[in-house]
């Protein structure tokens, strides 16, 4: 049974940086693409970054292309978030998502087979 559990959210000042964390547990990690969406109160839930299963493709929403990155470490069975000159739209909780696949289209949330629980980042203005 796949379990992943996201971690480090927190409170941040507006043009601060914060990284979260995402762990992953019950099958092999590095099969298997891995993405990040986030939701903010009264919107939907929407994608904002994914990564293949090696982590050499990575993908972006345009909302914050060039100020998040996502790495993963396979050994460590993790996948993380960093997030830079954060703005206080970043507001929401941030999920981890798991996928059956290695690739595809990492923008969907259906591509995404298992969710982690989220965690609340808060940026302040």
């Known amino acids: 049974q796949v379990q992943l559990v996201e971690f480090g959210g927190g409170l941040v000042q507006a043009g601060g940086s914060l990284r979260i964390s995402c762990a992953a547990a019950?099958?092999?990690?590095?099969?298997?693409?891995m993405g990040w969406f986030r939701q903010a109160p009264g919107k939907e839930r929407e994608f904002v970054a994914a990564?293949?299963?090696?982590?050499?493709?990575?993908v972006y929403a345009d909302s914050v292309k060039g100020r998040f990155t996502v790495s993963r470490d396979n050994a460590e069975n993790t996948v993380y978030l960093q997030m830079n000159s954060l703005k206080p739209e970043d507001t929401a909780v941030y999920y981890c998502?798991?996928?059956?696949?290695?690739?595809?289209?990492?923008?969907?949330?259906?591509?995404?087979?298992?969710w982690g629980q989220g965690t609340q980042v808060t940026v302040s203005s």
């Open positions: 998502a798991e996928s059956d696949y290695y690739s595809g289209n990492y923008y969907s949330a259906t591509f995404y087979h298992y």
């Open positions: 019950g099958r092999t990690f590095r099969n298997y693409a």
């Open positions: 990564s293949g299963q090696s982590g050499d493709t990575t």
